[in-house]
């Protein structure tokens, strides 16, 4: 696998990751007793933990980034071995 394709996969994989994490923890203005923001909408986070967020989203894609490469590198894992994707060329 070259440096490239895993670098792709990495940012990719990232990205997915970040969305799946972003909404945990996430507390709203109006859900608390607090003060809202002036010029904020009531649904606005109060600490979104946004450092901590990508923190978890990097480990959790080098993990599955290294399972894929461990994929391919090692088990012998290809665009051909994946029944429906391998159905495609065939069309």
């Known amino acids: 696998m070259s440096p490239f394709i895993l670098l792709a996969t990495f940012l990719v994989t990232w990205w997915i990751v970040l969305f799946a994490i972003l909404p945990w923890g996430v507390r709203a203005q109006h859900e608390h007793n607090e003060e809202m ?16 967020k990508m923190a978890v989203t990097t480990a959790v894609s080098c993990v599955i980034v290294a399972l894929i490469y461990w994929l391919v590198a090692h088990s012998g894992l290809t ?10 060329g065939r069309a």
């Open 37 to 52: 923001v002036p010029g904020t909408a009531p649904s606005a986070p109060i600490h979104p933990m946004l450092l901590r």
């Open 79 to 88: 665009i051909d071995s994946v029944p429906i994707l391998s159905d495609l």
